[in-house]
Structures are given as structure tokens and as C-alpha cells.
T-cell receptor, first 112, second 110 residues
């Protein structure tokens, strides 16, 4: 298993600003993922972030809006840029190890 | 992408009752995973299944990997109030692709 922490746990931001979410894992992992979860909805994959390479984005998500860094095997950041109220959501970091996927506690973002 | 159909969408049960939920897919998976998500938290892995036909238990929870590799179910026996939450299934067919069901919201009346 893996223990994942995220910062911040929640934030309220003004539209037009940017927020960077940090994800820290207690062990080295190759694959990290960023998800978005709208209230009452399932999880939507934003991108896959592997250390040493560019993140791979899913359809509907672009690097300019959601830039991702993956500087080492235990850390990643997701930035939500030029925010609008539609970006209000829970953002989840996760890692995959030996066929299983583990999630962080999430960052609850509200954009006003 | 893959479509996972999870049912039921929500359940209202009495404490002590058994619960069953399932997921079906149009494609085969190599791994099935079941998660529980409490309000304000990330999903927590409950059970992982790796082989067709595999039946695995974790306390009062039992899950099975369907023989066709296109479905899985999760049973909860003798439900208690802390079972309340949203349960998600997830399927994986290669190392970096996981697909999630829409969730089953479980409500337990004491």
C-alpha cells in the first residue's frame, strides 16, 4: 500500500487566480495520477504523471489549464490555472503499485 | 473509453441487513477493485481481485471477480451505520489505466 498526503486540504479562491496542489507519497512510485471529482460524481482522470517525462492528459484536459510537475518519485504538483467557478471540485492524487491504486485525501477547491 | 455500469445507484437499508452491488463492463479486465469513499475523504481500497472467479473477503465484505472477467460484485453482510458512504468499483486492464463505476451510495438506518 501507499500513504498519500495532499496540501492544501481545501481552499477558496477567486476566479482568474491559480492554485497549486501538492501530493506527497511515503514511498517511491513510478505512476501518479490526478483526478477530479465533481460533487456526487465519479472520478475523472485528468492526467498521468510519470517521473522524468511529460504528463499525459486525458481528453478534455490541457497542459495550459492543468500544468503538472513530477520532479521525483515521491512528489507531484497539479496547478489549476485561471480558475473559474466550473473548476470547483475535489482534486485527488493517486498512485498505482502492483495493480492497485491508492488515493490521497483530496483537495476541496471552491472558486468564487 | 471503457464503460463501467455500477448498480444500484443508491440503497437505503436497515442496520443488520445484507447489501449487494455490482459492476459490469463491455470489455474484460485483468483486475477489479472496490473502494469506499466517506464524505470529505479520498476513496479507500477495500478489496482487490486478480483472477477470474476469485472470491475474496475482508471482514464483512466479500467480492468476486466474474468468470467472464466483465463483471464483479461486492457484498456487505450485517450492515452497520459506519458502512454509510459511496462505494466505487474500478477495473484495470493494463498497468496505467483504471476505469471507475459511477458509484453506489449506501444509506444505513439504525
Amino acid at each position: 500500500s501507499a500513504v498519500i498526503s495532499q496540501k492544501p486540504s481545501r481552499d477558496i479562491c477567486q476566479r482568474g487566480t491559480s492554485l497549486t496542489i501538492q501530493c506527497q507519497v511515503d514511498s517511491q512510485v513510478t505512476m501518479m495520477f490526478w483526478y477530479r471529482q465533481q460533487p456526487g460524481q465519479s472520478l475523472t482522470l485528468i492526467a498521468t504523471a510519470n517521473q522524468g517525462s511529460e504528463a499525459t492528459y486525458e481528453s478534455g484536459f490541457v497542459i495550459d489549464k492543468f500544468p503538472i510537475s513530477r520532479p521525483n518519485l515521491t512528489f507531484s504538483t497539479l496547478t489549476v490555472s485561471n480558475m473559474s467557478p466550473e473548476d470547483s471540485s475535489i482534486y485527488l492524487c493517486s498512485v498505482a503499485t502492483t495493480g492497485e491504486q491508492y488515493f490521497g485525501p483530496g483537495t476541496r477547491l471552491t472558486v468564487t | 473509453g471503457q464503460q463501467l455500469n455500477q448498480s444500484p445507484q443508491s440503497m437505503f437499508i436497515q442496520e443488520g441487513e445484507d447489501v449487494s452491488m455490482n459492476c459490469t463492463s463491455s470489455s474484460i479486465f485483468n483486475t477489479w477493485l472496490w473502494y469506499k469513499q466517506d464524505p470529505g475523504e479520498g476513496p479507500v481500497l477495500l478489496i482487490a481481485l486478480y483472477k477470474a472467479g476469485e472470491l475474496t473477503s475482508n471482514g464483512r465484505l466479500t467480492a468476486q471477480f466474474g468468470i467472464t472477467r466483465k463483471d464483479s460484485f461486492l457484498n456487505i453482510s450485517a450492515s452497520i451505520p459506519s458502512d454509510v458512504g459511496i462505494y466505487f468499483c474500478a477495473g484495470q486492464y493494463n498497468f496505467n489505466k483504471f476505469y471507475f463505476g459511477s458509484g453506489t451510495k449506501l444509506n444505513v438506518k439504525p
